[in-house]
């Protein structure tokens, strides 16, 4: 199916797997993956921001616990489904 998420496989109107590079911010609907939001949104650090762009290991802290601040902010905004434009 041409229509599904070349990256995760979600069908139209579904969401796509966590931190998949194909979903949109809902907050300024680029792709989330490159989008500076998480910087402003979760109001980071010098620091964290650091820890972000290593993005070495997000199974242990510190970067799971940004992962999981992003991921409920994301949700709490409203996560944006797959489209076939995206
Ligand atoms: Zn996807
Ligand atoms: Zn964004």
Known sequence: MADECRSCGAGIGELHEPFCNRELCPFCRDFITTCECIF???????????????????????????????????????????????
């Open 40 to 86: 402003q949104v979760l109001k980071l650090s010098q620091e964290e921001r650091e820890i972000i762009e290593a993005f070495e290991d997000d199974s242990v802290d510190p970067l799971r616990s940004i992962c999981d601040r992003w991921s409920a902010a994301v949700e709490a905004k409203g996560r944006i489904p797959h489209d076939r434009r995206a």
